[in-house]
């Protein structure tokens, strides 16, 4: 079985920290990944690549080893920051889904100098998160050894009245309460994408099927990665003493750190824009400062102004553009005074759409 776990937990480490390393190399080499709700995106792979860093290889080493190694105090600190990760991405998660659902209904505020709130948001993930996290060390609950011994993490079989009550708020405040933001503000965003006409019924059809597709994609990881850990925590402080056997306990651990791999697959490589410089990325291409393609914040910006002019054409683009993953790739043809301003998320070609390094 422990050997079983590290395997798991050495593939868990390698792929996330090479995805979120990735993620990082791609924001700092691309100037048009640099937009405000890109910064969302980037903390969920910081705090991801945290994880993978300062949790999984010590996890990692226990495993193999079939036993806690860095002691009482090692155990303590391992629980607090891989905790303490582990909600900021979380929270982050919800921030974007607000932030995806705010744009649309506030266009006027999406601008790609508005880093100010955006930058709040991220200050919110790490502040909310150290409110639940510090408790423990200061004696609301405590941090110490899970499952067989060789992982870290809140006592879940403690019944004192200090540590049930530790484990509700934690509950519902920092896995209920954020999944509930992410069903409603997507929820909104789907029920404004179906609301808006638009003039080409079939396109718009295949749109609301992706942009549905990718929402149902991101609530169905977030459960499968954290549901089965918080279904543990509430079995193993209300259920009977043995209900949840040490065995039994690793395996939601080990679903909720595969989302240190899952997040920057969703949340980043379905998103076109990053895709797009991931493969100008591989292929050692070295792009022209001078190309077309500009940040989609900027292009948002245009998009949501033109739209309150040329009708519902523009805003049905805008809805899929904001609905779609992060900032999606955008396509700016060459516009005249008497044109339309077209923004295309299903396609996005352009004779000139290679991403700018700088």
Known sequence: GHLVVAVCLGFIGFFGLMNNLTVLVLFYRYKLLRSPINLLLINISVSDLLVCVLGTPFSFAASTQRRWLIGAEGCVWYGFANSLCGIVSLISLAVLSY????????????????????????LLSWVYSLMWT???LFGWSHYGPEGPGTTCS????????????????????????PFLVIVLCYGKLLY???????????????REQRVLFMVVIMVICYLLCWLPYGIMALLATFGPAGLVTPEASIIPSVLAKTSTVINPVIYVFMNK???????????????????????????ATKAMRG????GPRQSNDFLYMVASLGQPAVTMPQLHVSHELTIDITNGHSSDNTPVVV
Request: proline share 4%; aromatic share 10%; net charge positive.
């Open 154 to 177: 809140v006592d879940w079989t403690a019944k004192t009245a200090n540590n049930i009550s530790y484990i509700i708020c934690l509950f519902v405040f920092c896995f209920i309460v």
């Open 307 to 310: 739209a309150a002019v040329t």
């Open 273 to 299: 824009q990053f895709y797009r410089c991931f493969q100008s990325l591989m292929r050692c291409e070295v792009p022209r400062r001078g190309s077309s393609l500009k940040s989609s914040s900027k292009v």
């Open 134 to 136: 510090l408790p423990p």
């Open 99 to 122: 932030e995806r659902y705010s744009t649309m209904v506030t266009p006027a505020e999406a601008d790609s100098s508005n880093y100010r709130k955006i930058s709040l948001g991220i």
């Open 192 to 206: 404004a994408i179906k609301q808006v006409s638009g003039i080409n019924l079939s396109l718009n059809k295949k």
